[in-house]
Every structure is written in C-alpha cells, then in structure tokens.
C-alpha cells in the first residue's frame, strides 16, 4: 500500500514562506500525476496545483504567481514552494498520487497552514 507522508506546514504570517513536502513510499510501480489540494473549515476540498511525471504543472487561479509545485522523480517527493502567504489560504493542505498503470489514486493525510493577519 502506497503511503504519502506530508510535512513543513505550521504557522506563519500573512506575506510570508513555506514550503511543503510530499514523500510516497512502498511504491512499486511508477508515480504519474502528484498533486496539492487544501480544505479550509467549512469548504470543499480544492485543487491548489497538479504536476505530472514529465513537469508539466497547473494552478488554480487563486496561487499563480504566488506558489510553485515540483518534484523529484528519484525521490518519490513533490513540493510546493508557497509565497506571499495570506490569511485565505489557511487549510490543511494534502498531497495526492496516481500510481501505476490504472493509476490508482492515494492521499496523504494532510498538514495544517496557518496564515495570521
């Protein structure tokens, strides 16, 4: 069973940093798409950026330009490098993985953000 383990998350103030880390393990099978959702108290669950096995990425309009996803295909990790935080973008923040060749896919359980005003 895949296993997705988040961690860098915390407190920080609006407009600063954090960066997010994603690593999958018992992985025997190739990773295709990784991706970061966030699910604020009281709201669905979102898209926040998807990037597949060859680098291409997508945002959601609300962190262009503020936050970039990456990975290491060596590594079985994928980042997100968030900037010039705001308050808004408070969540708990997952990871996800397709994997194989039905691309099976699995979560991480979440790490908490939190932007003070």
């Known amino acids: 069973q895949v296993q997705l383990v988040e961690s860098g998350g915390g407190l920080v103030q609006a407009g600063g940093s954090l960066r997010l880390s994603c690593v999958a393990s018992r992985v025997s099978a190739s990773i295709n798409a990784m991706g970061w959702y966030r699910q604020a108290p009281g709201k669905q669950r979102e898209l926040v950026a998807t990037?597949?096995?060859?680098?291409?990425?997508n945002y959601a309009d609300s962190v262009k330009d503020r936050f970039t996803i990456s990975r290491d295909n060596a590594k079985n990790t994928v980042h997100l490098q968030m900037n010039s935080l705001k308050p808004e973008d408070t969540a708990v923040y997952y990871c996800n993985a397709f994997v194989g060749f039905v691309a099976t896919l699995y979560w991480g359980q979440g790490t908490q953000v939190t932007v003070s005003s």
């Open positions: 990037i597949t096995s060859s680098g291409s990425t």
